[in-house]
């Protein structure tokens, strides 16, 4: 379909922190944004995290505002489930066509009563959840999503694989929301200028089994032990190994693992906010359980926000959490307990083994495979990291006149400096 062109209208690709700072400040401003979402809901990353740093605040109770205002801001139009298939034109009269994947839910009748995914027999792993629990095939993100409408994974549903299948979702929606025949739709938009806040990924220790990842369930990145920390997540912030169950009591943080290191990542910048994520988490973790023993293995910590030093001081002097500076030498599964012995090389060049419950891994930040595809069809630059090319006086320009960028895809970058980002953007634009 054809949509009709607004005037001073601006279309942000990506509902992360970044692109609704962006949106909000320009339909504030008085322009027209297309807000487009990749997934069923926007919010992005900062809504499966449970606090944030340097001040230990409530991540959810921080972004849910701003979920809201976009959610019902008159001069932002939520584009969910979209892609991005094509950019034309210049600067100021850009045509944008995306591709809209079907929901099968009806947006206008849907009432989120959530019948539907009681009935569901199917359950599929839960990316919300960082894979260490379940959902339904019919599904909503996250209690507090925008837009708070349920939607069927195509790939999982029983129906949508074979039309005699199930549908029971179907029969117990009393508004009729279920479309199973929902083809998607296409839509060609006219803007004058357009945003990337198209996020990140966290490197995936999987395919390399770096540090025993994937072969020991007590082995698990810093994304997982975030939701295992959240209240609102599937253990309710009880900390327990996912292996047995059993209480954690000595937790170990491995710093850089899939950043500054050529050789099993391939990647070999900073990723800037894994230092103090795992500070923050090592600090949560002795809270959530008494007399825990948390020791951070590190190369170099970067703490270089404000606030960022005292909080590591904090953590050092009042939750007691351990830092070492070594070489990792390898992590093995002790025995039938489960338990994880870990070998380092300390400073003084002492071969060390220990002993922990639970061993985090501080994943990097790089650009996800399908970004990468969208800035081939942006016609963008990118640096030889695969982050959007920008310049020191000109962060948020990209090298397409008119296509600008904030947030993790210019690179790894904390919160603050990703809303940051994101107003500039918008008043670049």
Known sequence: MADGKKIGSVMIVGGGVAGIQAALDLADSGFYVYLVEKTGTIGGTMTQLDKTFPTNDCSMCIIAPKLV???RHLNIELLTLCEVTGIEGAAGDFAVSLKQAPRHVDMTKCIACGLCTEVCPKKVVSEYDAGIAKRRAIYLKYPQAVPLKYQIDPAACLRLQSPAACGLCEKVCAAGAIDFADAGKIHRINVG???LATGFETFDPGPSGIWGYGLNANVVTSLQLERFLA???PTEGRLRRPRDGKPVRKIAFLQCVGSRDENLCGNGYCSSVCCMSAIKQAVLATEHAAN???????MDIRTHGKGFDGYLEKAKNEAGVRFVRCRMGGVETDGES???????VNEDGRQIEEYYDLVVL???LRTP???LDLSRIADIGLTADNFAATSDFAPVRTSREGIFTCGAFAGPKDIPQAVVEGSAAAAAA
């Not at 825990?292 to 590190?298: E, P, T, W």
Request: glycine letters at 14%; charged letters at 15%; proline letters at 0%.
């Open 362 to 364: 501080a994943v990097g």
């Open 369 to 371: 495979r399908h970004v």
């Open 193 to 195: 200028a357009v945003i």
């Open 338 to 344: 489960g338990d994880l012995r870990l070998r380092y």
């Open 292 to 298: 825990l023993q948390a020791s951070i293995f590190y």
């Open 231 to 233: 209240s609102s997540g």
């Open 69 to 71: 205002e976009c959610g």
